[in-house]
């Protein structure tokens, strides 16, 4: 019996565009090999805002004039207890993640880090059942300085809430620049994964660099081997989204000058990981 190829299946993030006009960007997402978009709100792009300035029929009928399905909502600016209404929006245009942070201590370790752990998933069991009522997984992103930060807080999360519709955003840049332990870690998850982002560390997002340096972040310009962590992809047999993606300083602005030039990035980067599949076989 022949073996279904691997393959990644591509996200288009808007705020990688910066605050560029929403009937710009939606247009670009097919021509990254995607049907499906990410809308970011202020302070990383404002397409999420910008929904709403043309109003819900428009945007529908802007998604169906270019073949494209809203996929993801990134909500950081909400956090993981005030997402109902949000909710109701994905589900309205038939979406499947809505990514945010965590919530509680950062910077624990050991028996406290777990026990936090513990007290965060019985928080969140309300929340998921109401997730899992629209049909949709609450993706909590591992983001620095943060209660879900560590391997050990992840594994613990999905272990403490076991939900289909509880899941880690997992960013190899808040993690070790080690690609054996991203591998490692996505073994770990498993089916816990919902959400992985092409992203590394690089020179870091913090402060300004010239472009050049800013763009290590990307695939394939960085000093990270995506090849092990692709290897584990294939392993646990991801079917989810993989979102290329990047921040610039400051945040707000395109990566690129230009729609063409933040797409032609993007196609960059995952032109780099398409040619490492072969490699993971």
């Known amino acids: 019996m022949n073996e279904t190829p691997f393959k990644l299946s591509y996200i288009l993030a808007s705020c990688m565009y910066g605050t560029m006009p929403l009937v710009e960007i939606v247009s670009e997402v097919p021509k990254i090999g995607s049907q499906h978009i990410d809308i970011w709100p202020r302070v990383h792009g404002n397409q999420r805002e910008q929904v709403e300035s043309m109003g819900h029929e428009a945007f529908a009928e802007l998604l169906k004039t270019h073949g494209v399905k809203l996929g993801i909502s990134t909500r950081f600016d909400l956090g993981p207890f005030v997402l109902e209404k949000e909710m109701e ?4 245009f038939g979406g499947a993640l809505i990514v945010c942070g965590s919530k509680g201590p950062s910077n624990l370790e050991g028996e406290e880090l777990r026990m936090a752990v513990a007290e ?3 928080a969140l069991k309300p929340h998921i059942a109401v997730a899992e009522k629209h049909g949709i997984t609450i993706s909590i992103e591992n983001h620095g300085n943060a209660l879900i930060e560590t391997p050990d807080s992840m594994k613990w999360l999905i272990e403490y809430t076991r939900s289909p519709h509880l899941g880690i955003a997992l960013a190899p840049y808040h993690l070790p620049d080690n690609a054996q332990l991203v591998a490692q870690l996505i073994g770990e998850l498993d089916e816990g ?3 992985f982002y092409a992203w590394q560390h690089g020179m870091g997002c913090q402060e300004k660099f010239p472009r050049e340096q800013e763009l290590m972040q990307m695939p394939g310009r960085g000093s990270l081997d995506f090849a ?16 290329i993606f990047m921040h610039p300083v400051p945040r707000g602005i395109p990566i690129m000058d230009s729609t063409e030039g933040v797409t032609d990035e993007i196609n960059r980067a995952r032109s780099y990981l398409d040619k490492l599949i072969p490699v993971v076989y």
């Open 89 to 92: 929006f994905v589900h309205e």
């Open 120 to 122: 965060f998933a019985e």
């Open 193 to 195: 994964l919902s959400l």
């Open 228 to 243: 092990p962590i692709l290897a584990a992809l294939k392993r646990i047999n991801y079917s989810g989204w993989t979102e």
